[in-house]
């Protein structure tokens, strides 16, 4: 999300101090990329939690993740 905000600074230090023109569809595209890979990260962080506290978790959680999206997914 950082990124995601720190975009537009950047993206006004490259245009007025070097000078560079950047096109206005060029940092929507960059600044929407940005936030969407944040979004999409936390998501699978919330999804690839061990929601059970007595157990531990993976490295990067491929196992709880699809154990949590069954849950998650799962109709009632």
Same mark, same amino acid.
């Given at each position: 999300? =950082?990124?995601?905000? !720190? +975009?537009?600074?950047?993206?006004?230090? $490259? +245009?007025? $101090? =070097?000078? $560079?023109?950047?096109?206005?569809?060029? =940092?929507?595209?960059? &600044? +929407?990329?940005?936030? &969407?890979?944040?979004?999409? !990260?936390?998501?699978? !962080?919330? =999804? /690839?939690? /061990?929601?059970?506290?007595? @157990?531990? !978790?993976?490295?990067?959680?491929? @196992? @709880?993740?699809?154990?949590?999206?069954?849950?998650?997914?799962?109709?009632?």
């Amino acid at each position: 999300m =950082l990124l995601g905000f !720190g +975009s537009g600074p950047a993206a006004y230090y $490259v +245009s007025k $101090v =070097l000078k $560079v023109e950047i096109l206005p569809a060029a =940092l929507y595209t960059l &600044g +929407s990329v940005l936030f &969407g890979t944040a979004a999409l !990260g936390a998501y699978y !962080g919330f =999804l /690839s939690a /061990s929601w059970d506290p007595a @157990e531990r !978790g993976t490295r990067l959680g491929w @196992e @709880e993740f699809q154990r949590n999206w069954a849950v998650y997914t799962k109709k009632k």
